[in-house]
């Protein structure tokens, strides 16, 4: 469990992982998707660091302030002394703006004694390829080999971080690290100053979620990962901060997830909304509508940059050694072309709110409809034709059965977003072409013999994404297809309480790790089959295997409870907001029925 035990801070501009004993081991500046300019994750030689720690030996804890992403690490060193690390990137309203530069602030704080420590500030470029080159001012060090400045403003002696020698922590002290333009003014009220606003930000955007009156603290705690997953500056949601970190050891599965999944944002901004936040919705909306515009047939690739570029060529960094040695570290991703036909049907019930929750005040709606109309007649063109799959297959494209569900769901969701606008001629027609697709896919997809969705049409391997045709609408709770599925995805995708996506083997060989939100979703399948004890006993173990602060990245072995994968994965958070909300809800939630309550009561069934 030790792997990953990393906290993450950042302001929806950028983010930085930060191990037990303080090191930023992951930064990307100036934002996310960018060369870091720390990454010890991946090299510790050649990562560059930015370390504080004592002269004599210590142990370390970790905690967030509470309802924050301000993250403080505590020494207790051998000599009585202690100190605390205050790490956070500003953010605040300010000037009827969001204030979210690319900035680390770190606070040196003693609190018993008067420890000393050390402080190592040594960037890299190009992926760690070169280290920056520091020229010192009065009061600073800045970098050289950047785009803009990189700057390390302080009031600690510049030749104590220059050398790496020992200084006395007398008082508290202040580190900040800009991208661009530095600070202006004198940095312990400027710190303090940001560090109060930022906690004041944090703690008014938790009062503003609606939560279930259970796992408060793990769904609040996934929310804030999921906010700061937002790139507030385009809309773009990416699925998680980090790049190749292995989803199982020797495995080769290393990609970069600094991207722009349409299918992990629609499950992000799904969650968001259903706590109450709409804001990231309608950005992601506008995100949607810039990246469309130039597209007439409407064509849509999966996964696109963060300020919407198209092309994210895939290549090898050789100079690294990898995260725990494993190779190849990547960076860009060649499933920007691919052909997943899963997207459109994710994308019309990601703008669903606009047309049926009261809460919002849509200005432009028949431009909104304008997006759904093309999203519609897409997946129209798409159904039942062969494509890379939700789990973005290399070597050959089938026909998926999610994948053409998804195309099923937005026809279905299209007609009623159609019907309520009073659009009854194509209303018509949509839940016509619906009703073509489920018939074949009931004739298709299902394979009686083993009781399951098939992955591909007339298939005989089982696909964990099958599970959420219960939260889509597509199978009701007292459909006897659910539970024969339920029964025989537990028999041959779980180990423990985990499940894997599938089991025969891909491009890669056979998967060796669980995915964290295929879990989810099976948790949330039995909630529906009225299953809730058992969903909720399940659920309390999986969320346990989260690390120290509460995060979870995108796979775990089930032998060892070891989690694997990029880190923090947005889809593992998701799964747990959405499974937490199920619980003990009973009635209907119209306006989001693929997060995933729907116009039935869910009816809790003995266990």
């Known amino acids: 469990m030790g792997n990953l035990d990393l906290g993450i801070v950042g302001n929806c501009q950028f983010s930085g992982l930060i191990d037990r004993q303080a090191s930023v081991v992951w930064c990307c500046l100036p934002r996310f998707d960018a060369s870091p300019v720390f990454a010890s994750l991946l090299d510790a030689d050649k990562g560059g660091a930015f370390s504080v720690q004592p002269a004599r030996s210590f142990t370390t804890t970790q905690e967030y302030v509470r309802n924050t992403c301000v993250l403080v690490t505590k020494f207790e060193v051998e000599d009585g002394t202690a100190f605390d690390v205050i790490d956070f990137a500003p953010r605040f309203l300010k000037f009827d703006r969001y204030f979210r530069p690319p900035c680390l602030v770190r606070i040196l704080k003693p609190t018993r004694g008067t420890p000393r420590v050390a402080v190592r500030c ?3 470029t190009d992926y760690g390829r070169a280290r920056a080159q520091p ?35 007398d008082e508290t002290r202040y580190l900040i690290l800009t991208y661009g333009k530095p600070p202006e003014g004198p940095i312990k009220i400027l710190a303090e100053e940001f560090l109060e606003r930022t906690i004041a930000y944090w703690r008014t955007w938790c009062k503003h979620c609606t939560i279930p009156f259970d796992f408060q603290d793990e769904v609040l705690r996934s929310a804030l990962t999921l906010k700061l997953h937002i790139f507030e500056d385009t809309g773009a949601v990416i699925a998680a901060t980090t790049t190749s970190i292995p989803e199982a050891p020797g495995s080769g599965r290393t990609w970069d997830y600094r991207y722009c999944w349409l299918r992990d944002a629609y499950f992000v901004i799904g ?28 064509a849509l690739q999966p996964v696109y940059g963060i300020g919407g570029e198209r092309v994210l060529e895939e290549r090898e960094i050789p100079w690294l ?62 159904f039942a034709k062969p494509d890379a799959g939700i789990w973005e297959f290399r070597s050959e494209e089938r026909l998926h059965v999610f994948s053409s569900l998804m195309c099923w769901a937005a026809m279905h969701y299209g007609e009623r977003i159609a019907r309520h606008l009073g659009k009854t001629k194509m209303a018509d027609v949509w839940r016509g072409r619906a009703g073509q697709m489920r018939s074949i896919l009931d004739r298709e997809g299902w394979n009686e013999s083993l009781g399951c969705f098939a992955m591909t049409f007339r298939g005989n391997q089982p696909d964990a994404s099958n599970l959420l045709m ?7 709770p ?35 790790t669980a995915f964290l939100i295929c879990t989810f979703w099976f948790i949330e399948a039995l909630v529906f089959a009225g299953r809730i004890a058992e969903a909720r006993d399940i659920f309390r173990r ?13 796979d775990i072995d089930p032998a060892t409870g070891e989690l694997w994968g990029n880190f923090p994965q947005t889809y593992s958070h998701v799964g747990l907001i959405t499974s937490a909300s199920l619980f003990g809800r009973e009635g209907s939630d119209p306006f989001y029925p693929g997060l995933f309550l729907r116009g039935k009561a869910v009816r809790s069934r003995r266990t």
């Open 271 to 298: 969650a968001l909304n259903r706590l109450g936040h709409f804001e990231e919705m309608e950005k992601f909306i506008t995100f949607l509508r810039n990246i469309t515009r130039d597209t007439p047939d409407s």
């Open 321 to 382: 050694s990898g995260f725990l040695g494993e190779k190849p570290v990547r960076v860009g991703n060649s499933a920007y072309a691919h052909r997943q036909h899963d997207v459109y049907g994710e994308l019309v019930l990601s703008v669903l709110p606009f047309f049926f929750d009261r809460r919002i005040v849509d200005s432009d709606p028949e431009g909104h409809f304008a997006v759904v109309e093309r999203l519609v007649g897409r997946a129209d063109d798409l």
């Open 478 to 512: 007292d459909d006897p297809r659910l539970e024969r599925m339920l029964a025989y995805y537990e028999k041959t995708l779980k180990e423990g309480d985990f499940v894997f996506r599938y089991r025969s083997p891909d491009d890669f060989g056979r998967p060796k």
């Open 122 to 124: 040594e960037p890299t």
């Open 542 to 554: 999986v969320i346990a295997r989260a690390n120290h602060l509460g995060l979870l990245s995108e």
């Open 135 to 169: 020229t010192t001012g009065s009061n600073h060090i800045a970098y050289l080999g950047y785009d803009q400045e990189l700057r390390l403003t302080c009031d600690t002696g510049l030749t104590h971080i220059l050398d790496r020698t020992p200084f006395l922590l």
């Open 470 to 476: 219960a939260m889509v609408d597509y199978l009701q």
